[in-house]
């Protein structure tokens, strides 16, 4: 489905859960994106296909799209245009960011501050999300383009959406018009199922492999082999690159998240078998499965209630969120330190043998930060041994290939969105220059981080007191 083909009808009661992020007075974006002519000029183009950098770059954008790129003085500025100087400075596609839950209003210019400005929501109730589609489409909303799952199959979503199997689930939600399908749990022969749905209608089915310790899903392999396009979650892939299951205490028990965590997944590193994790990344390379590893999801184990508190991020974060499950010990972070170097090594090795490395970060959740935390992900990608320029890629033209959206969005390229960040230091010299945010364009528009984030505080107060606060910036 191409962005903004949906029905019409808008259910009033997500009319007004929305309007307080709607559009009205936005600092610093061009006045009428459908007709401006927008000029960067003598920038360098970091674009976003692998290509070398280009210095001296002019961007032509008329109205949403780019229309001219060229060396500058090649091409023809249009006297109305709204130029932006950017000698200096560095270009590259806005960011994508493809595993979020979105489920609340104040987040909304968050992502877009932090120059994400596409996100693909990972497991939302069907018609709220849906909803928020449109509202984001249409340009009622401000914030970033959004694809969405709707609801993961599970055996307790298929109870609770009033069908009798995950076939039935997955039909309903193509029905509904969902860009992919995620799953959570289910047996090899029910993932077969839904996959036949999915690629009947063009789409992905992703999501979890595990927790296998609890018979929830069938692990990596398994899945794989009965059609998972993407695995979502380093620990996924953990679990089947051990040589032996995990030694838990005898009080274990895997419903308790707590227990799965710390005694579990946290643990994963003892037992790791090389040839094992090689034998998963042959065949996730060969099937064309897709992996996204959530790093900055993982990494949050590891550090401590203090380290978590100290960011400054969290002035604009709602009280209460996110959950830090930073009630781990010393002990207990000691031991994800070593799961994370596993995972990371895991990454590496994926992506110098061919798969495709895609970035999300599963935000809000846990101690991952809306769009701040994407940035966390490539500085982790960068850590583990990916070079700057593929970690853009995983959050750009790589995320826009597993939405299916290679030819509109993911790179700087002619014809394609106006989406794209402009940047005060080259990331190619050092990955933590992505949040060096000078200007975010987003479909045309020219937003600048330092408004938006003035604006969140405007209208949400400090820590998100005002989540439904309908007051205009």
């Known amino acids: 489905m191409k962005i903004g083909d949906m029905g019409k009808s808008i259910p009033l009661f997500y009319l007004f859960l929305f309007a307080a992020a709607s559009v009205s007075s ?16 003598g920038g360098t183009l970091i674009d976003g296909t692998g ?8 961007i032509l954008i008329e109205g949403n799209r780019i229309r001219e790129i060229g060396k500058q003085g090649e091409i023809t500025t249009p006297g109305n245009a709204h130029i932006i100087q950017a000698s200096g400075k560095f270009i590259i596609p806005g960011l994508i960011d493809a595993h979020v839950h979105y489920r609340c209003p104040w987040i909304h210019r968050l992502y877009l501050a932090n120059g994400v400005t596409t996100v693909r929501d990972m497991g939302s109730q069907v018609e709220r999300v849906l909803t928020l589609r449109q509202e984001l489409a249409v340009g009622n909303i401000l914030g970033p383009r959004m694809f969405v799952s709707g609801i993961a199959i599970n ?6 959406m009033g069908v009798s199997t995950p076939r039935e689930l997955a039909q309903k939600l193509v029905e509904a ?4 399908i995620k799953v959570t749990g289910y047996t090899p022969a029910e993932l077969e199922e839904v996959v036949e749905v999915a690629h ?6 992703y999501g979890h492999t595990g927790p296998q310790v609890d018979g929830r899903a069938p692990g990596a392999f398994l899945s794989i ?10 620990y996924g892939v953990l679990e089947d690159s051990m040589g032996e299951a995990v030694e838990v205490p005898s009080d274990f028990d895997p419903a308790i998240r707590d227990h799965l965590f710390r005694y579990w997944y946290g643990r994963m590193h003892r037992n790791f078998d090389s040839d094992k994790a090689e034998a998963l990344i042959q065949s996730m390379v060969q099937r064309n499965v897709y992996f996204a590893p959530t790093l900055v999801n993982i990494a949050r184990h590891e550090r401590t209630p203090e380290d978590l508190a100290a960011n400054p991020a969290l002035r604009y974060i709602l009280e209460g969120e996110p959950n830090t499950l930073a009630s781990f010990g010393e002990e207990e972070r000691r031991e994800w330190v070593n799961t994370l170097l596993r995972m990371k090594e895991f990454t590496r ?12 970060t599963d935000s809000p959740n846990g101690a991952t930060l809306p769009g701040w935390s994407l940035h966390q992900e490539l500085e982790l990608f960068v850590q583990a041994g990916i070079t700057p320029m593929k970690a ?82």
């Open 177 to 180: 018009g969902v860009d992919g």
């Open 349 to 360: 090795r994926f992506e110098l043998s061919g798969g495709l490395l895609i970035a999300g």
């Open 26 to 41: 936005v600092g610093g974006q061009t006045p009428n994106p459908s007709t401006a002519v927008l000029v960067i000029e």
């Open 51 to 58: 290509r070398p950098p280009a210095t001296g770059t002019t």
């Open 155 to 160: 055996p307790g979503s298929v109870k609770a």
């Open 392 to 473: 853009i890629q995983a959050a750009t033209l790589n995320n826009a290939r597993i939405l299916h959206q290679d030819k509109e969005l993911g790179s700087v390229e002619t014809g394609k969105y106006a989406d794209l960040v402009i940047l005060d230091a080259n990331p190619l010299e050092d990955i933590r220059h992505t949040r060096n945010i000078h200007r975010v364009i987003k479909n045309g528009r020219v937003l600048d981080p330092v408004v938006l984030l003035e604006q969140n505080i405007r209208q949400f107060g400090e820590r998100g007191e005002r989540q439904s606060d309908r007051t205009r910036p």
């Open 225 to 234: 082999e009965a059609g998972l396009d993407g695995i979502e979650h380093g």
């Open 200 to 205: 009947a209608h063009g789409l992905l089915v």
